[in-house]
């Protein structure tokens, strides 16, 4: 089949240019392999007629470091890779007990340290909680004997009774714990709204796009200490905001962080194909 007429969209969730240095794979490239790898990039968007990207980051990066045109650049969020039925009406109950979940795969760059240190802190300053650990496969043995930890490790949600441990997992928890150091979306902070789970993150590549300060959650300076995100759980739980947030963050789900949206303004692209923007940019980088 001859494709040379056909038109093409760009679909990703980074740049390459704010990838280098940024993602450990990424980090100490050569000069050249970055010349490269961002001549390779873009020269792929100027044969797009339209480049979806899912953060204004990374939007921005497109038109700034890759002299895309605003034109045909758009910002679609991702959504959460949860079935809807599994998704119930949620209503925020707390009975003197803090579940908080953490997810990630990479300990390190997830901020596995940070959440650990800030659960200890909550146990030590007079809110009962445990930090359920989903994604690690090998977690530290030092780590995993903590007496607020549960260690419930990595879940394939291809797999029947895992995808169902998981869903069971995040239904307990109240919020989500995730000091991510980089981070190009995040579609667990779409689960996490799904089912009204307030995130606590690190302000960060594209995670601006999927939290609102003291609307879903907050963001807090990278560097924060682990003290800090547990100062700001205490505070926001003991003045009832976090249960304000949990309710705001069904509705940011229901209303943007969900694959119906996506669908929906991916059609709207489609059709219109290089001449629908559907999000602004907020700013480029300086």
């Known amino acids: 089949m001859d494709t040379k007429d056909k038109s093409v969209i760009y679909l990703s969730d980074a740049t390459f240019p704010v990838m280098v240095d940024y993602y450990p794979p990424f980090c100490r490239l050569f000069k050249w392999n970055i010349r490269q790898g961002t001549d390779i990039e873009r020269r792929s968007l100027d ?61 390190s760059r997830k901020g596995g340290d940070v959440a650990v240190e800030a659960v ?29 930890v549960d260690c419930v490790g990595f879940l394939n949600k291809n797999i029947a009774k895992e995808y169902q441990k998981f869903v069971g997992i995040i239904k307990r928890c109240h919020l989500l714990l995730l000091p991510t150091k980089a981070e190009c979306s995040g579609i667990a902070f779409c689960e996490a709204s799904a089912y009204g789970l307030p995130v606590f993150t690190y302000k960060t590549g594209g995670i601006p796009n999927y939290i609102q300060n003291g609307v879903n959650g907050y963001m807090l300076p990278i560097g924060s200490t682990g003290e800090d995100f547990g100062r700001g759980i205490k505070s926001s739980l003991q003045s009832g905001e976090l249960e304000r947030m949990s309710q705001a963050a069904v509705k940011i789900y229901r209303t943007k962080l969900n694959w119906g ?26």
Not at 134 to 147: C, E, N, Q, T, Y
Request: glycine share 6%; proline share 3%.
């Open 120 to 148: 200890r802190w909550l146990n030590e300053n007079g809110i009962d909680s445990t930090l359920h650990i989903v994604g690690i496969r090998d977690l530290h043995k030092h780590v995993a004997s903590l007496p607020y």
């Open 47 to 107: 044969k797009a007629s339209s480049i979806v990207l899912s953060s204004d980051w990374s939007a921005a990066s497109a038109i700034a470091d890759l002299h895309q045109s605003r034109e045909k650049v758009h910002v679609v969020e991702f959504g959460a890779n949860i079935d809807d039925k599994d998704i119930i009406q949620h209503s925020f109950h707390f009975h003197g007990h803090l579940d908080i979940l953490f997810m990630g795969v990479e300990w």
């Open 261 to 286: 949206m996506w669908q929906h303004r991916m059609e709207r692209i489609i059709s219109g194909m290089g001449t629908c923007h559907t999000h602004p940019i907020r700013e480029l980088p300086k």
